[in-house]
Structure formats: structure tokens, C-alpha cells
């Protein structure tokens, strides 16, 4: 008969043994959301793209637009440049020395913005078009293993580490497979949810790779979401000239 001193001794063995196995197991979080930033940015090259908005809202109907986006990681710089509606040609966001000003081309003028505030009237925010910085502002809190579709994933709880994120919190569903993000859940500080991000293709860029299909849906309004697809994308070096204000006044003389 065992005693029961020996039983608590087998017990706490196979307790610690499956504690150490789950920790063998566990992913190296950090590191996975270090290697999503540096192969979705663009470290010593340039990035442009032209880039085509679907945007449906149940109260304003559906818009098309178009714009040519251009960035430089190394600068942490980027310019939108609006092609279309023609209500909206010219216009333009250029962030720049740590600044995000939005351009008008009808009153000539510079006013700030903030990378958390939406692309022109979009379900885009306006840090979704500079380079990913997941591993500097977010910290895990949790995850565990899942489906989204066809795909394994890890789904990873994230919480905002200083107040640059865009999000208090995230949930993101990261491939197992290649490490790609699949989709992010977008929540307040007081943990609702506010957007969900659908990243369902992905196109290789130099070293790097670009989600070209994205689709956001809006979690408080039914019904209102963006599709935006990227086309004509290169990572040829541009002129300085183009992260400038003067180039924004130029090209809509």
C-alpha cells in the first residue's frame, strides 16, 4: 500500500514534469513578435505602393478610393497621397521627424494629425500604414492554440506597453505555419472591441512581406468595413525630395 507521502511525492514529480513540458512548448512570443516587425518593415530600402479603397458605411453608402503611398522605415517616415474621389485629389499625410501632418490642397495648409486617428474617413487607422512596431509597444498577457480558416495559429492576447500604441489591446492570430499575421481584434481600455483587422493575402517585397489584401470591419457599426488592396508595389530607393512638404505642395501645382 502506498503511502501517502510517497503518493504527494509522485503527484508533485508529475506536476513539475508537466509544468516543464509546457514550458518546452511554449512559443518564444517576443521573438515571433520581433520577426512579424522586421519582415513587414522595409530596413534599408524604400516601400511604395498605389493602394485602393472599398469602403461601405450603411448611413453614407460605399466610396472608392485611390492613393499612392510611399515609405522610408529608416526615416520612420511616410506620405498618402490621394488620387481619387476628386473631391479628395491631393490631399495627403506626410509623417515626418516624429510629426503627422494631413495636407489640403484647396487651403494650402499643414494641420497635424495623429497616427490613431482614421485615414480619411475610413476603417484605417493612420499607424496602419507605417512600419509594424508589435514587439516595442505590445507585451503577451496570453495565448493559446486555434483554427482561423484553413490555418493554424497562435492567438495571442496583447496588452499596450507606453501610450504610442494605437490600441490598449489587442488579440492577434499569427500563422504557425509562417509567422504571418492572419488577424488582429482591436480593443479599448476598457476591453471593447472596436475593430477587427482580416490580413488574407500577402505579397513578397525585397526581403520583406506586404499585407496586399487587408479588410477592416468596424465593430460598433454593423455593416460599415474597408477592403483595401495594394498594386504596383516596389522597393526601388525614392528621391529625399519625396518626404518633404515641398514635394506635397509640388505635386498638386
Known amino acids: 500500500m502506498i503511502s501517502d507521502t510517497i503518493r504527494r511525492a509522485a503527484l508533485a514529480a508529475v506536476l513539475s514534469l508537466s509544468a516543464m513540458a509546457a514550458g518546452a512548448q511554449a512559443p518564444d512570443f517576443p521573438s515571433i513578435l520581433r520577426t512579424i516587425d522586421e519582415r513587414s518593415n522595409f530596413s534599408g530600402r ?6 485602393r479603397f472599398a469602403s461601405d458605411d450603411p448611413e453614407k453608402g460605399s466610396e472608392i478610393r485611390a492613393a499612392r503611398t510611399f515609405r522610408r522605415d ?16 491631393g490631399q495627403g499625410y506626410l509623417k515626418v521627424d516624429e510629426n503627422l501632418w494631413f ?8 494641420t497635424h494629425s495623429s497616427m490613431k486617428e482614421n485615414l480619411q474617413g475610413t476603417d484605417a487607422k493612420n499607424s496602419d500604414f507605417g512600419q509594424s512596431a508589435l514587439s516595442a509597444d505590445y507585451k503577451v498577457t496570453a495565448w493559446k492554440e486555434g483554427k482561423l480558416g484553413a490555418y493554424e495559429a497562435w492567438i495571442v492576447d496583447l496588452e499596450a506597453t507606453n501610450n504610442e500604441a494605437t490600441y490598449p489591446f489587442k488579440k ?10 492572419l488577424k488582429s481584434e482591436d480593443y479599448s481600455l476598457s476591453k ?34 474597408t477592403q483595401i ?3 504596383e508595389i516596389s522597393v526601388e530607393r525614392l528621391p529625399d ?10 505635386v498638386n501645382r
Open 46 to 51: 524604400d516601400f511604395a505602393a498605389k493602394m
Open 74 to 89: 529608416d526615416d520612420d517616415a511616410f506620405l498618402i497621397l490621394f488620387l481619387e474621389p476628386e473631391s479628395q485629389l
Open 103 to 110: 495636407y489640403d490642397p484647396e487651403s494650402r495648409k499643414f
Open 172 to 181: 492577434v492570430s499569427i500563422s504557425k505555419k509562417d509567422g504571418l499575421l
Open 192 to 225: 471593447r472591441l472596436l475593430r477587427t483587422s482580416y490580413y488574407t493575402s500577402y505579397a513578397k517585397a525585397g526581403n520583406s512581406y506586404v499585407a496586399d489584401k487587408i479588410l477592416f470591419v468596424d465593430a460598433l457599426v454593423k455593416g460599415k468595413k
Open 229 to 231: 488592396a495594394m498594386t
Open 241 to 250: 525630395s519625396v518626404f518633404t512638404k515641398a514635394y506635397v505642395e509640388r
